[in-house]
């Protein structure tokens, strides 16, 4: 299991999208018709032996439903993951390495009006603990199909995506 250090390492190291061969690429397409359902598979620029898999996913039902969700491909370990339009339940059991802000929260719900973060802490499975978005990621909620762009956008930068992300608009 990788520690929060190693999570993050792995989260900030630089990545582009790569090919079926593994040729790293500058930029994509991906087409903004609903429901929006992607998987990128990356590589880490200077350490190639880094994989890397994005699932990018809008409800079909709640088009203002979406997860970006972001993971390491070789022993396919949750790095990232948010939530827009999710409930999520907190544990009820409390270790000493939840942060502060959260340990009120144990055994609650964060309700599908409060987009959140997973969280990797010590001691819980993978993403077992989430914290609603706050300041560090500027997307606060999905309104409308451009605000699920946005997010995209915003998750690429997060994640140290370096491959540019075009957005193909299909005709009428």
Known sequence: ????????DLIVMPKKVCDAKDRLLSEIKINTQTPINKRLE??????????????????????LKLTLH????GTVTD?????YSGRHLQPTEI?????????????????YTQPHIHLNIEGYKPQAWA???GNSFPVKEITSQQSVLDAILAFRLMIALET?????????
């Open 95 to 111: 270790n000493n390495h939840v942060p502060e802000d959260l340990i009120t929260t144990a055994g609650t719900w964060l309700e």
């Open 42 to 63: 990356m590589l880490a620029i200077e350490k190639s032996e880094w994989r890397f898999l994005w699932n990018i996913q809008q409800s079909g039902k709640t088009l």
């Open 1 to 8: 299991m990788l520690t929060p250090d190693e999570i993050h």
């Open 70 to 73: 972001f993971m390491e491909r």
């Open 131 to 133: 914290r609603p978005l």
């Open 79 to 83: 790095l990232i993951r948010i939530d």
């Open 164 to 172: 540019k992300i075009n957005f193909e608009i299909p005709l009428l």
